[in-house]
Structure formats: C-alpha cells, structure tokens
C-alpha cells in the first residue's frame, strides 16, 4: 500500500477558492490511478474527481465539472484538487485515495489505498 498525506483544506467563503494536495510515498507515483472523494456528516462517502497514471485521463462528479480540477505531478509524488468557485455544499471532509488496478474507477471499493482526509468548509 501507498502512504498517502492530505493537506489544504480549511474555511472560505462561498464563490472562494482552495487547493487540496495529497503527498503520496516515495517512488510510488506512476503505479496508481488516484482519486478525490468526500463525506459529508450523515453521508456516504462519494466520489469528486479521478485522474490515471498519465495524468492525460480525468474524470469528474458532474456537481463539480467546470468548478474542480484534478492534476498530478508525479516527480513531486503529489495530486491536487483545485477547487474554486466553492458552494456550502461542498463542506466535508475530501479524502485522497489510490487505486492500483487497470482502469480508471469512480467506485471507493477498488481502491487500495486511502489519506486520512482534510475538513473543507465552505461558508454561506
């Protein structure tokens, strides 16, 4: 399994901005496909944004496409979510997970690997 550490997360205002970052181990970055999910307090947890190994392939909740963008650079073993144009409901916690299988999933099950999360709060 691959270590993962987020960070970033914090209170705005909503129409703000926050970038999430997820420092994975070293020397591991191209062997997963790696994703963004969050939970919500008395919510399942759902997935926010996907990207392959490549970083060419991403793939999105339709709730966050043109607001959210998920990025990776894997000489700094790292993925980010950039998020703007932030709305109250996307107050929760946003965990960064990886997923060493063949295809790009949206499902939590498949993957291996999984942060302990950062709180995201979003203000009305």
């Known amino acids: 399994q691959v270590q993962l550490v987020e960070s970033g997360g914090g209170l705005v205002q909503a129409g703000g901005s926050l970038r999430l970052s997820c420092a994975a181990s070293?020397?591991?970055?191209?062997?997963?496909?790696m994703g963004w999910f969050r939970q919500a307090p008395g919510k399942e947890r759902e997935f926010v944004a996907a990207?392959?190994?490549?970083?060419?392939?991403?793939y999105y909740q339709d709730s966050v496409k043109g607001r959210f963008t998920i990025s990776r650079d894997n000489a700094m073993n790292t993925v980010y979510l950039q998020m703007d144009n932030l709305k109250p409901e996307d107050t929760a916690v946003y965990y960064c997970?990886?997923?060493?299988?063949?295809?790009?999933?949206?499902?939590?099950?498949?993957?291996?690997?999984w942060g302990r999360g950062t709180q995201v709060t979003v203000s009305s």
């Open positions: 997970a990886a997923d060493s299988g063949l295809l790009l999933s949206t499902r939590p099950s498949l993957y291996d690997s």
């Open positions: 070293k020397g591991t970055a191209t062997a997963y496909h």
């Open positions: 990207i392959d190994r490549s970083g060419r392939n991403t």
